[in-house]
């Protein structure tokens, strides 16, 4: 008798449609194999993983194509934090339905971040759920050997910098879910849509990735909130901190709600979601990193300095007065 011809189970059907054509290394196997291969060149690898789950780290009402950019951009920005090139992702997507109308704009946004960060999909696995749907993605990038930035390297003295804006993220939640955001920007759609898509698309610093791990003590990136970021990389380092709130960067939107009082500056400091890049850098090296950033149109700031001791970080008014935070960061758990 002979045997039938093999036909493609669902699952098998819906990575050759959507997600095979992302797996553009050659290592990737075409996703034909269970397993792929990636070329360490002589550097060292690094491995991050993270997932965004529908109802915690977006809503389901969110579209698909920007749930495909944040799932790989949050992995994108640990690498940049830690002065890594990016060299591929493996993705597990849990879904509810497997439904064209989802599918294609996820694969197509996701195909595109990979280009545009040349961080090919190198496999992965799909599972069906009947809870809320999840992308985790593991990504893998490279740096010479032992150059890796890690949070165990601040000294006292070293400068605290960190990119970009804080805060952004928390009010665009805020905005989505008709909090007191939502409500004080009715009349400007600008800022609204400014903030929600910090919210929704994190930008990843991948172009100063060079920069963090040729100038930077220690560094990891800012997804939980600020404070309690720097908080975890000065455990981590065996020292503290005293960061001047007044020079922690916002936008133009965050800061005109903290001048209206609709927002206080713990939600700026403890929102998370910011996906910028934490570090800390002998005074020496820091107008380079700074120069670095503006040479790649990111901005970086100054906005304190690591101190001797093991007490939680203190962060200081306008006045010079601590500002006592009853929170740190989001917490899972």
């Given at each position: 008798?002979?045997?039938?011809?093999?036909?493609?189970?669902?699952?098998?059907?819906?990575?050759?449609?959507?997600?095979?054509?992302?797996?553009?290394?050659?290592?990737?196997?075409?996703?034909?194999?269970?397993?792929?291969?990636?070329?360490?060149?002589?550097?060292?690898?690094?491995?991050?993983?993270?997932?965004?789950?529908?109802?915690?780290?977006?809503?389901?009402?969110?579209?698909?194509?920007?749930?495909?950019?944040?799932?790989?951009?949050?992995?994108?920005?640990?690498?940049?934090?830690?002065?890594?090139?990016?060299?591929?992702?493996?993705?597990?997507?849990?879904?509810?339905?497997?439904?064209?109308?989802?599918?294609?704009?996820?694969?197509?946004?996701?195909?595109?971040?990979?280009?545009?960060?040349?961080?090919?999909?190198?496999?992965?696995?799909?599972?069906?759920?009947?809870?809320?749907?999840?992308?985790?993605?593991?990504?893998?990038?490279?740096?010479p050997k032992g150059r890796m930035a890690g949070r165990t390297?601040?000294?006292?003295?070293?400068?605290?910098?960190?990119?970009?804006?804080?805060?952004?993220?928390?009010?665009?939640?805020?905005?989505?879910?008709?909090?007191?955001?939502?409500?004080?920007?009715m009349s400007d759609p600008i800022a609204r849509d400014l903030?929600?898509?910090?919210?929704?698309?994190?930008?990843?610093?991948?172009?100063?990735?060079?920069?963090?791990?040729?100038?930077?003590?220690?560094?990891?990136?800012?997804?939980?909130?600020?404070?309690?970021?720097?908080?975890?990389?000065c455990a981590a380092s065996g020292v503290s901190a005293t960061?001047?709130?007044?020079?922690?960067?916002?936008?133009?939107?965050?800061?005109?709600?903290?001048?209206?009082?609709?927002?206080?500056?713990?939600?700026?400091?403890?929102?998370?979601?910011?996906?910028?890049?934490?570090?800390?850098?002998?005074?020496?090296?820091?107008?380079?990193?700074?120069?670095?950033?503006?040479?790649?149109?990111?901005?970086?700031?100054?906005?304190?300095?690591?101190?001797?001791?093991?007490?939680?970080?203190?962060?200081?008014?306008?006045?010079?007065?601590?500002?006592?935070?009853?929170?740190?960061?989001?917490?899972?758990?």
């Amino acid at each position: 008798m002979t045997q039938d011809r093999y036909q493609a189970s669902a699952e098998d059907s819906l990575i050759a449609r959507y997600f095979k054509p992302l797996a553009t290394d050659p290592g990737a196997f075409g996703l034909v194999d269970d397993a792929a291969i990636l070329s360490s060149s002589g550097d060292d690898i690094v491995v991050t993983t993270d997932a965004v789950v529908e109802g915690v780290h977006y809503l389901a009402t969110d579209p698909p194509d920007t749930i495909a950019r944040k799932a790989l951009r949050v992995n994108l920005s640990d690498l940049a934090a830690k002065g890594a090139t990016p060299a591929g992702f493996v993705l597990t997507l849990a879904l509810r339905s497997k439904e064209d109308g989802w599918l294609r704009p996820f694969a197509d946004a996701l195909g595109d971040d990979a280009k545009t960060f040349a961080c090919p999909l190198l496999g992965g696995d799909t599972v069906s759920t009947p809870g809320p749907q999840m992308i985790s993605i593991t990504a893998f990038g490279r740096v010479p050997k032992g150059r890796m930035a890690g949070r165990t390297g601040a000294r006292a003295g070293d400068r605290i910098l960190v990119t970009g804006t804080i805060g952004d993220a928390a009010l665009g939640l805020d905005v989505l879910t008709g909090g007191a955001v939502a409500g004080a920007l009715m009349s400007d759609p600008i800022a609204r849509d400014l903030l929600v898509s910090r919210y929704r698309v994190p930008q990843p610093r991948n172009a100063l990735a060079r920069a963090v791990r040729d100038h930077a003590s220690a560094a990891m990136d800012v997804s939980d909130g600020l404070a309690g970021d720097l908080t975890k990389l000065c455990a981590a380092s065996g020292v503290s901190a005293t960061v001047d709130v007044a020079s922690v960067p916002l936008s133009a939107a965050a800061a005109g709600l903290i001048a209206r009082n609709v927002v206080g500056v713990e939600t700026l400091l403890a929102g998370g979601d910011d996906y910028e890049v934490l570090c800390t850098v002998p005074p020496a090296q820091s107008d380079a990193l700074i120069a670095a950033g503006r040479a790649v149109g990111v901005a970086v700031s100054v906005i304190g300095t690591i101190v001797a001791g093991h007490e939680r970080p203190r962060f200081l008014d306008g006045q010079g007065q601590e500002l006592v935070l009853k929170r740190l960061s989001y917490s899972h758990f």
